[in-house]
């Protein structure tokens, strides 16, 4: 994955329906203030920071720190692993998880102090640089 260039504006305003555009807004606040990086567009997927990873199976790549994309049906955020935070989410409020995403169909449904602490788990998780699972090296 790489950084496209794109206006992160433009994308947010994109996006349907108006409540994505609405939460696109939020995370993006929210994500700049976590991470301390500004928002970057790498396609569709807004994005805060760099960093490079490598699987014990050989795959590597390039991806954000954190990370969140506006789509139709939920806004999906990037984490490392829902598992990791499974105590969290069940106070967020609602939401549905897959292995390293966060579909959230209405962020005003949930907590943001919580999405906060999740966000911020996977911060660290990410400037330590992994675990056995993936390494991580942050680039930017």
């Avoid at 490079?52 to 390039?62: I, K, M």
């Avoid at 390293?100 to 919580?114: A, F, H, N, S």
Wanted: with cysteine.
């Amino acid at each position: 994955m790489k950084q496209t260039g794109s206006n992160v504006a433009a994308l947010i305003a994109a996006a349907t329906p108006a409540n994505r555009r609405r939460d696109a807004e939020t995370l993006t606040a929210l994500m700049q203030e976590v991470s301390g990086r500004e928002p970057a567009a790498w396609g569709t997927i807004i994005g805060f920071g760099s960093c490079h990873y490598l699987y014990p199976t050989g795959n590597e790549g390039d991806m954000p720190i954190l990370a969140f994309a506006p789509r139709k049906a939920a806004t999906t955020i990037y984490l490392d692993d829902t598992a990791r935070h499974s105590d969290a989410l069940s106070g967020l409020g609602p939401h549905t998880v897959g292995k390293g995403c966060l579909y959230i169909k209405d962020l005003e449904k949930v907590d943001l102090d919580v999405l906060r602490s999740i966000l911020e788990s996977t911060l660290a998780w990410v400037e330590s640089g992994g675990d056995d699972y993936a390494r991580i090296t942050v680039t930017g």
